[in-house]
């Protein structure tokens, strides 16, 4: 069984005061707090490769994330669950989305911790051509 790392939330006070009670709210926050994520590798120790986010993985992250206020706070602390992250299992891509829109080839399941929520669950896609894009962040079930 892999040790999970515990990841600090990071998310100001201030920040987490201001996230919205609505789905809908969430997303646009999100939209505003994550751009500067748009393009940004980063490396994943638990894959070793460098993980990149592109402009649909950021909104395929928005979607799921703004599902409940702790996979928001989960979306806003992503680039150092990602640095934390273990590696839980490798499947083939479920979804048409995966498959088609995004080309995976092959699903990375992560694992990673958040002190105070739980367990996050992440998702990163290899494609064909040697990319890996992140596509997802949730708390897991």
Known sequence: MAIIKKTRNTVKKEILAEIP????????F?????KPYIGKPLHCPALGVDVEFTRASY????????ISKNSTIAALNVLRLIKNATFVEM?????????KKFQFIFVFILNSHLLGYGDVKIIVGAQEK???????????K
């Open 59 to 66: 909104h395929e992250t928005i979607r799921n994330a703004a």
């Open 130 to 140: 040697g990319d890996f894009l992140h596509y997802s962040v949730t708390m897991a």
């Open 91 to 99: 499947d083939l891509p479920q979804s048409n989305k995966q498959k």
């Open 21 to 28: 009670k609505t789905v809908q709210g969430r997303r646009l």
């Open 30 to 34: 999100l939209n505003k707090e994550m």
